[in-house]
């Protein structure tokens, strides 16, 4: 189970495409957004390209 933040970190993700975009609308910085991402990813089985 992943927290409601973290789930946000993947959508603003797939919306926005980068981590700095990313950081700029969420106040977190790059590393909180990739940590995020992996966590993500391990939770749903998914596979992220950069």
Do not use: P
């Not at 603003?12 to 495409?17: K, S, V």
């Not at 609308?25 to 991402?37: D, E, K």
């Amino acid at each position: 189970m992943v927290e409601i933040n973290t789930l946000a970190c993947l959508d603003y993700l797939m919306w926005l495409r980068t981590g700095d975009e990313v950081a700029k609308r969420t106040g977190l910085n790059q590393s909180t957004i990739s940590r995020n991402l992996h966590k993500c990813c391990e939770a749903f089985f998914l596979n992220v390209k950069k």
